[in-house]
């Protein structure tokens, strides 16, 4: 099993920053892809950014030249660097990795989510 754990949100105000981050914990041989996804109240989750083991990356249109997705993997954890915070960006975000785990002599690939950490910006 895996479990993935976020921190960092929290209230700010428009034009603030945050940083969010996501542990990885469990039976992992590796991560491969990590994202960050979001759902506004109302509104579908839509992926925010991604980056892969190797450390390419991909962002949503809306938060590009704003937000900085890194990751640690000797550490299995995921960043989302958030800067210049609009109230648009107000959502529940979650984390996502594609994990292979390693157990009793068998690697099993799983894809796991987060349970979310809130982010409130004030306008």
């Known amino acids: 099993q895996v479990q993935l754990v976020e921190s960092g949100g929290g209230l700010v105000q428009a034009g603030g920053s945050l940083r969010l981050s996501c542990a990885a914990s469990g039976n992992i041989f590796k991560i491969d892809a990590m994202d960050w996804y979001r759902q506004a109240p109302g509104k579908q989750r839509e992926v925010v950014a991604n980056?892969?083991?190797?450390?390419?990356?991909n962002y949503a249109d809306s938060v590009k030249g704003r937000f900085t997705i890194s990751r640690d993997n000797a550490k299995n954890v995921a960043f989302l660097q958030m800067n210049s915070l609009k109230p648009d960006d107000t959502a529940v975000y979650y984390c996502n990795a594609e994990v292979v785990l390693y157990g009793e002599g068998i690697y099993r690939r799983i894809n796991s989510w987060g349970q979310g950490t809130q982010v409130t910006v004030s306008s």
């Open positions: 980056i892969t083991s190797g450390g390419s990356t």
